[in-house]
């Protein structure tokens, strides 16, 4: 939390996530989903397959035939092209793009909600 101060009143602004009291903005949400809709691009194109293609809950391996060479390059990726660092004792949760969601919101700044 920050201070903020006017003329005659200090109040105090959060920097907490999205809450019922703290709502996203307009902006903050089209980031959101730009943000998404980037990891989705990136997470296909290193599959190898449509972004349609891709759903939320298809595991990587099982489905798209993933293995760990793809996952590091999804990771390189995301650090390069969108300034997103997964900590590598993460990277074994990327198992679906849901869970990829998660993990790029968690380490760009975005929030936890996906």
Do not use: C, W
């Not at 009291?21 to 980031?31: F, K, L, N």
């Not at 489905?63 to 990277?91: C, K, M, Q």
């Amino acid at each position: 939390m920050r201070a903020t101060t006017s003329s005659r009143l200090t109040r105090t602004v959060s920097t907490r996530p999205e809450t019922e009291e703290y709502p996203v903005t307009q902006d903050a949400a089209q980031g959101v989903s730009q943000l998404h809709t980037a990891v989705r691009s990136i997470v296909a194109e290193e599959l190898e397959i449509e972004p349609e293609e891709l759903t939320e809950n298809a595991n990587f391996e099982e489905e798209y035939e993933a293995d760990s060479l793809s996952l590091l390059a999804i990771v390189a990726r995301f650090e390069h092209e969108l300034s997103v660092v997964i900590p590598s004792d993460r990277v074994g949760e990327m198992v679906n793009l849901d869970m990829v969601l998660k993990l790029v919101s968690e380490n760009s700044g975005a929030g936890s909600d996906v």
